[in-house]
């Protein structure tokens, strides 16, 4: 289910944003296991200098490098349609 995938994580206005999304990083990557089948996390970040964030973390077997930049590219997209109405 997409919620066992995804956590919230608020910024706080003077939080070293870089800190926060790392230590967020390193714990979701400790919770993809291939063996379980726990292929992919995300994060969401709201409060980050007024901008959200979203962080993205895949196991390789997933998805490969080339792909990442067809991925990148149609979420950037998605962003925008839905930015825009």
Known sequence: AAGELLS???IAPDADVAAVIG????RVI??????AGAMMRAV???GAANRQLLLL???HLVVDVVSWHILLS???EGW????AG
């Open 30 to 35: 400790d919770e993809i296991d291939p063996r």
């Open 80 to 83: 925008r349609s839905m930015r």
């Open 8 to 10: 919230r994580t608020d």
């Open 23 to 26: 230590d967020s990083a390193r």
């Open 44 to 46: 969401w970040f709201d």
């Open 57 to 59: 973390t895949i196991h």
């Open 74 to 76: 149609d979420l950037a």
